[in-house]
């Protein structure tokens, strides 16, 4: 018996509130924040993994705290992350950069001259600045270049032309070829062949530079999360199914011996069904039938969230910021009905490749202490095509971020590839590669290897998104673009966040973040807007009001 009543409460257990937000990474965040700075807390947030922050993340190694995410505050002037740090005291609002030496070295060892490693870069950014003016001045590029990768390639070739010999040709292409694979690990992309030339533009670069934390990116998880009370933030609840209209269905789910809803919609009812007097039995039938009616009426106008543990939860709102490498892999069957065409194609069109991280840390330095980056000019011409033998030629540099911990980046096939492979067979390649272009064999291995995986990661299949060839800016305004479940509707029963819906900010936590926000304003508007009404009791019509106005001079 008391297994029957159990089940009995769990089936009358109906949760409904007035927004649910799905995923508790930097959009998902902004929206709570936004909700409670506005007294709005009739809300919850479901977020797949057991932890909050989305692509947010850091973990201890021996020495050192590491970022697997996000590095950088991408900007100063109009960032809200850079705001929000300042005011936690997570920045120095006084920013003195470390001197930067880099220093570039071919695959037998030999260091380029920092005038040539100077001229190219200089000669590169130049080329990319080109490439931005396409989407800013509306001019056409040249016949069949459609690319960032096909125009940055054409410019170098051309600048190339000029030089006597082979050598000097030879070396500077190594730098724009390392330059280019710098730049996927940016965009986010397998080859800048990959992001659309006329789109570049469109990515909005706030002043300021690159900030980076003293504590770790990850600092800004808690002022997001203070005010946020724990029993709004299920963890570990993937949703498997979002129900946004459930009228375009041809039947309603069936709620069987489930009490009807209270006043209070966050709180979760159940009718005690053992309590039931043996007069209330005779009538449970009718009393049953007639309940189940009225929950559904009045949840038929609700969305229904469904849980990978069965679990369901109705609201009259659904912020949903999961990222876009779910949405590729997702969408076809995580929304019911269909999302509408014109989204699951720009969700197809757009980008969202791997770019992971590769940190190596020492028991010791070995590098010297001016020297913070070396670039790794590979020789393009000599990679196999098997990936398995070439993977670690997309490796670009190795940065250093303490004199004991070395950061190295790589993206796209390689990158997936990489995350295949175990942390000490990444740590003894990447020796070999160290000792090979430093030419230096005693090169200590490292002591502890950590790479991340964010292509494997099934809450994220990728990294950030970017503008494929053939996309466009109105490809993530239409993912932005919130459902309504009819014309009549003041508010859209369906919102979307996360970077991959900012236009100008896509692929940066700062975008995640304006777009959480923005998606949470747009529910808080008032259903009913006030009217401006001009009290003017003494005037029988305009004429006479206009005619009474008085003009200072």
Known sequence: MGDENSNSRKKCEVKKYNVIIIGGGMAGLASANHFIKNGMDDFVILEARKRIGGRIISIPMKNHNVELGANYIHGVLGNPIYELATKNGLVN???????????????????????????????????????EEYFLCQYLPPPDIHSVGE????EATIYLERLPTSEEKKLRRLIFDCLLKRETCISGCNSMDDIDLLELGSYTELQGGNIVIPSGYSSVLEPMTKNISPDKILSNHPVTKIIWDSEQQSSLRNFEDVGEESEDSDQTVIEDISKATSERAGDSS??????SEKLSKKLSHCVEVICENGQSLYANHVICTVPLGVLKETAGSLFEPALP????ESIERLLFSAVDKIYLEYERPFLNPDITEIMLLWDNAQVSEDISKSWYKKIYSFVKVTETLLLGWLS?????????????????????????????????????CV?????????????YTAIAVGASQSDIESLAQPLFRNVHDKKPVLLFGGEHTHSSFYSTVHGAYLSGQAAARRLLVPDVTAENVLDCPESSDLNTWIQGIQLDG
Not at 452 to 459: A, I, L, M
């Open 341 to 344: 065409q014109y989204k699951l």
């Open 93 to 131: 609002i006084i920013n003195i950069p470390k001197p930067h030496k880099v220093i570039a070295a071919t695959e037998n060892g030999k260091q380029v001259p920092f005038g040539v490693l100077h001229e190219i870069h200089e000669a590169y950014v130049c080329f990319l600045r080109r490439c």
């Open 451 to 463: 790479c991340t995986s964010w292509k494997k990661q099934p809450y994220t299949r990728g990294s």
């Open 412 to 448: 796209g096939k390689e990158a997936e590839y990489m995350e295949t492979l175990s942390s000490d067979e990444v740590a003894s390649t990447c020796t070999k590669i160290l000792r090979q272009f430093l030419n230096d064999p005693f090169v200590p291995a490292p002591q502890c």
């Open 151 to 154: 125009h940055i390639n054409l």
């Open 286 to 291: 009718e009393s049953n039938v007639n309940t």
